[in-house]
């Protein structure tokens, strides 16, 4: 079952996610200086660098769960602190690095969490809801697992149990971090898909990935995070170059083509 599609921000509002003169720092480290970041609807933004760089740290900088040391973000021209909680989470959603899974829960119960933000007050969910918990399980390949304990999946299970709760969130802004976490070949491939997919359907994707190669196949544009403070912002097809790599990731960096795209291998 295909999943409607996404509630839109306002298309004449320029940028859907602005960051202006952003500083994220940690524990005195300056991990990202005066970040300059204009992300609009029908991008996939990929996000690299090495370990302990800050993709994540900014990353939950962007979606308003920690204040920058300085700067700015806007989302749909407003600045985050702006938006009442539940109208920015019917906007913008975060999928985490891990999650937990604290009371016991059926898989078709996790995925309807996706829709609390739509929900008036005292009001339970409706046939709308169960539909699109329905559609986004059926779109990670989770049809038929609705009645399983969470605890009994896999860890593999779990985050596209993960995703399709994102999914049933229906956000403009998507912001993923690790997606592939735990994903083998196969579910890898279909979820960057998915989330290409979405994009080329008019949402805004920006994630966080290990693998050059992947954001090399799937992102439009790239970010680059050196953990001094330094980055480097642009086109997938021009900014990510072996030279860019090896730089960035500290290690000798090879580039192949293979089946009509780039492979990156590193030394």
Known sequence: MALPAPAALSRDAGPWLT??????????????????????????????????????????????????????????????AAWPGRERARRLSLLPQTTEDPFPSTVFDTALIGRHPHLPFWQWEGAEDFAQARAALAAVGLAGLEARAVESLSGGERRRLAVATLLAQDAAVCL????????????????????????????????TLHDA????????????????GRWDFGDAATTLTASQLSELYRVPVEELAARGGRVFVSG
Not at 213 to 228: E, I, Q, S
Request: aromatic share 2%; no cysteine; hydrophobic share 45%.
């Open 176 to 207: 993923l971090d690790e997606p592939t976490n735990h994903l083998d070949p196969q579910h890898r491939n279909e979820v960057l898909a998915l989330f290409r997919a979405r994009a080329t359907a008019g949402l805004l994707v920006i994630a």
């Open 19 to 80: 960051s202006r003169a952003l500083d994220v720092t940690v524990a005195g480290r300056s991990l990202v200086r005066a970040l300059d970041l204009e992300a609009r609807g029908g991008e996939f933004i990929a996000v690299l660098g090495r370990n302990g760089v800050g993709k994540t740290l900014t990353l939950h900088t962007l979606a308003g769960l920690r204040a920058p040391t300085a700067g700015r973000v806007e989302l749909d021209g407003l600045g985050l």
């Open 213 to 228: 190669t992947l954001a090399a196949r799937y992102a439009d544009r790239v970010l680059l995070l050196h953990g001094d």
